[in-house]
């Protein structure tokens, strides 16, 4: 006999606080929870010669809309008219390799800002690129990501493949103006409940750091990454480069005893924080974070709990009820007396994850909760961040403090070891920690 329960609904959050289980639908209707960078943004268009009608249809379809998106100012509530807009277009790819097409594009990005006053450059560069295979470790997405990083600079990236496929862009164009506006600053939904505000969650993950051409390993970095329980995103910090694994675990568990201090610092109000790690944390990592956890002096942050969430493709569950068997969201079940299972999607979803099994997380805290309240709550946190994924209005349903690690894991991972110091530069730390780059 198992132990299974059903967590509440969620519902989302939007300007003044009104509420609706709909996501676009609640922008459209209300408008963002908090608008992005206050005045009228700049955007900087890449695109080789050859793709100058990919750029004039991308703006378009951002402007006034395809489908049921109705464009960013009715959806975002932010203006996009042709002054506004600048081009960075002297440039051709035709007949370039990846590489050499990585190249290209990020010296004609970094060349264009060289020109420019601090003040008159785009808020966020759209990079339209050409398609490459996922295992290309140098692409043109890479490649700018990286360079404009560095820089302090924003981008978003899409695909001429994705932008002359009509049907597929109809029904991406609007995540593509989700993803511009957060990085910009812009909050689009949160969970609803102004009580989550005063829970914290850190995500932790680790990149690994290559030579590019053999893709050895050269060095490790930690980071954590900071949310609301509402899904509100706060920081991302980044620790020291390190050489060696047992330098990265002093290095890790310093980056944690920090963040905490950091965390702290955020407001007075704090009622909880709970650090959530992920299936790559093996058990000297777990170790390292937890000695830092108790190493903490709590007096402002009442209780401070480890959890590690894990996505098992082998972990499911069969609900009798129904002839399918999919349960419906949020249904928990205790599988151990530290384990349990968590369906962050089901039967709702189902047009969704459509043919693969839902998502089921495999939540395992770490320790001793004070309290069955207390592990209801952290189960609750994990549902609803999994339902504030701003990577797009159907993003699959991972816990952000986890998934969003992955995305900057991956993107961290492309940035050589000799670079890695100038993310620390004002301007690139201004972006790094406190803009949603990894989008």
Known sequence: MVKASLLSPIRFAFRDNNSLPDKLRGLQEFGPFSPSTPGIPKFGFVFPTEYRDDANKLYLVLKNGVGPFKGVETTFRFPLRREQVSAVTDFSVQGKSPREAARIYAGAVLNSVARQRRETRPDLFFIIHPETPSAEPETPYYECKAALLKAGL????????????????RWSAANIALGAFVKMGGVPWVVY??????????????????????????????????????????????????????????????????????????????????LHVPKEFGREELSAVRSAVSGYSAEVIPEIAVTKVVEESSFFAIDPRFSDG??????????????????????????????????????????????????????????????????????????????????????????????????????????????????
């Open 154 to 169: 924003l981008s978003q990236s899409v695909t001429h493949e994705l932008i002359t496929d009509d049907a597929k862009f």
């Open 193 to 274: 409940g102004e009580e989550l505000e005063q829970d914290l969650i850190l995500g932790l993950g680790r990149a690994y750091l290559y030579e590019p051409t053999t893709r050895h390993t050269t060095g490790y970095i930690g980071f954590t990454a900071c949310f609301s329980a509402r899904g509100v995103f706060k920081f991302l910090s980044l620790a020291e480069v390190a050489q060696t694994k047992s330098e990265y675990l002093r290095l890790l568990g310093k980056a944690v005893s920090n963040t905490l201090q950091r965390a702290q610092r955020i407001g007075s109000q704090t009622g909880s924080l709970t």
């Open 326 to 439: 999919v349960p419906m969201r949020g249904t928990v079940i205790q599988t151990t007396d530290r384990d349990y299972m968590l369906y962050t999607e089901g039967r709702e979803e189902k047009e969704s994850w459509g043919r693969r099994l839902p998502v089921a997380l495999r939540v395992t805290p770490q320790g001793l909760l004070k309290s069955p309240q207390r592990v209801l709550s952290l189960l609750r946190q994990i549902n609803d961040l999994s339902q504030v994924n701003w990577r797009g209005f159907n993003a699959r349903s991972q816990p952000i403090s986890i998934y969003y690690g992955s995305l900057i894991a991956r993107l961290l991972s492309h940035i050589a070891i000799d670079d890695v110091p100038q993310l620390t530069s004002p301007e690139s730390l201004a972006v790094l920690e406190n803009r949603m780059w990894f989008i």
